[in-house]
């Protein structure tokens, strides 16, 4: 799977040429055409030196998934005729169904009536699932020494009917390889020019010379817009990843407006005529793809409604208004929802091409100080839910003496760690409480049990000795850096509340002794990012003098 970036220019381009002549009207405000969207991405420049962080996904369990794969029209259709195939059946000479076969299998997948015609249609679904069967190996094809062509059923039928998750996951991923594969080379085909291959075949020999000329030229920039078409797919998949992996359940459906938008529109611009084209364009492009893949249950997908391009030329389109469209209309540009199938075949996708694409709660599956030290070091972890997932079943009061005691330490995580520990407490609630008391005299971990079991609403609470109190401050605020990578408006909102009264020289004086690593770099942020000159000053100051007395 390419590696995913998002679109500042030349969207259109991206898709093929041509991709859209018949347009959607681009005349209306985006965010009532599409709806609101938040544009996200990165400057030309940046692009090649990225990293590309993948959020954590939460996934069924494999055998949930295998059954989702099974219950999926065309990948049960693939089944049914492998078994249909046994012992054997007579195929042509391609390895096809033979004609006589056509209309009972397409009535045996259902496609058709039991009796009647059957149509055409239902036919040429039946050869799909038919080659599908082949492409997956579940038939396997032969000759007889009689010379007759022949389809058994593959060695993977039985394990995949029984259910088995590996075999039945393997040989879904598999087929939804080859339909994204297909849906790509099949749109991004241009239509062939009748007239233009009537006069090539009247030409003379110097003509012909010159038309195989123009024929490489041809089918060079078929390979380009087929390679386009691919990038952009992939980009807009690796987009719908990322958005299902933050969307509140039960909202992972995305707009195809705002999908678009997303691969299109530059960080913090809003998107303009040109730009609306292109949004345009890109949704144009990928409207088939999306509604092929949604044939194997990779996603589910509304597509745009094909009565939007049938406006008479020179009339205005007819979803042109002042008034939002609402729900209803904005529907008919196309909505599309990642499905758990398809976030476990993305993801499969991004592991192949070295991407790490981690499980929610992967961190969660060793003890505290594991838990603790990989949510610090991993850059792609949603904290809480690693946390959410190691309590969960867990007795509160040993787990919270676990986690404690692997929030200790003076290396550059400790901060973090006990941070993480004191938001596990949380989770934990008041079945973790005897355990915090044994630590309260601590002095790492003494002044944020103390908080936390005020805020449990202990009433017995000793008030910190002063020493390990602007530890305490010094710690907390130093977590914040960590965590927060410098965010300015964060940091500022920590440091009004910092307990620094009438005479900051006085508090300042007795922090830059604070005996704690991070001690001069949370008095330079202090003295960078505090409002009131006078006390930045102070804190300038102290941190000068913490770095000197090292």
């Not at 797919?233 to 299902?244: C, K, S």
């Not at 996603?299 to 049938?310: G, Q």
């Amino acid at each position: 799977m390419a590696g995913r970036r998002r679109k500042n220019t030349g969207a259109g381009a991206s898709a093929g040429e041509g991709a859209a002549e018949a347009v959607l009207p681009a005349d209306l405000e985006l965010q009532d055409l599409y709806g609101a969207f938040a544009a996200h991405g990165l400057d030309d420049e940046d692009l090649d030196d990225a990293a590309i962080l993948v959020p954590p996904v939460k996934l069924p369990a494999e055998q949930e998934l295998a059954e989702q794969a099974k219950a999926v029209p065309m990948f049960g259709y693939a089944l049914a005729l492998a078994r249909w195939a046994s012992p054997h059946r007579v195929v042509d000479e391609f390895g096809d169904l033979v004609q006589e076969d056509r209309a009972p299998v397409a009535r045996l997948l259902g496609l058709a009536p039991a009796e009647g015609e059957v149509p055409e249609e239902a036919e040429v679904e039946a050869l799909r699932a038919w080659s599908l069967a082949c492409d997956l190996d579940l038939v396997e094809l032969g000759t007889t020494k009689e010379g007759e062509h022949v389809a058994v059923p593959g060695p993977d039928l039985e394990p995949a009917e029984r259910g088995d998750a590996e075999t039945v996951l393997e040989l879904w991923l598999t087929a939804a390889g080859i339909v994204r594969e297909l849906a790509v080379e099949a749109d991004s085909l241009p239509e062939q020019d009748e007239a233009a291959e009537a006069s090539a075949d009247q030409a003379d020999q110097a003509d012909r010379d010159d038309a195989d000329e123009d024929d490489e030229d041809g089918l060079s920039e078929v390979e380009e817009a087929r390679d386009a078409a691919a990038e952009l797919l992939d980009e807009a998949l690796q987009v719908l990843y990322e958005t299902t992996a933050f969307a509140d359940p039960g909202n992972e459906t995305v707009p195809l407006g705002v999908l678009a938008a997303l691969l299109v529109v530059p960080e913090g611009e809003e998107p303009s005529e040109e730009l609306l084209g292109d949004i345009t364009d890109v949704m144009v492009a990928l409207d088939p793809m999306l509604g092929d893949l949604a044939e194997l249950g990779l996603l589910e997908y509304r597509p745009i409604d094909p009565e939007l391009f049938d406006e008479e030329e020179g009339e205005e389109p007819a979803l042109v208004g002042e008034a939002p469209l609402d729900e209803e209309e904005s529907a008919r540009f196309g909505l599309v929802r990642l499905t758990p199938l398809g976030q476990y075949g993305i993801r499969q996708w991004l592991l192949e091409d070295g991407y790490d694409a981690p499980l929610v709660g992967e961190l969660a599956q060793g003890d505290a100080a594991e838990l603790l030290r990989g949510v610090c070091e991993a850059a792609n972890v949603l904290p809480e839910e690693e946390l959410r997932a190691w309590v969960a079943g867990r007795e509160p009061e040993p787990a919270a003496r676990e986690l404690l005691a692997a929030a200790r330490g003076d290396d550059a995580y400790g901060p973090l760690r006990r941070m993480l520990c004191v938001s596990a407490l949380n989770l934990l609630g008041a079945g973790a409480e005897p355990a915090a008391r044994e630590v309260l005299d601590d002095p790492e971990l003494g002044g944020a049990v103390r908080a936390w079991l005020s805020a449990l609403g202990a009433t017995d609470v000793p008030v910190p000795e002063r020493t390990m109190a602007l530890w305490t401050v010094v710690d907390t605020f130093a977590a914040q850096l960590l965590d927060s990578g410098g965010d300015a408006a964060l940091l500022r909102e920590l440091i009004t509340d910092l307990p620094v009264k009438g005479d900051p020289a006085s508090w300042f004086g007795e922090l830059w002794r604070v005996d704690h690593p991070y001690t001069a770099d949370v008095l330079e942020a202090i003295g960078e990012l505090h409002t009131d000159r006078a006390l930045a000053k102070e804190a300038r100051k102290a941190a000068f003098k913490a770095r000197s007395k090292g």
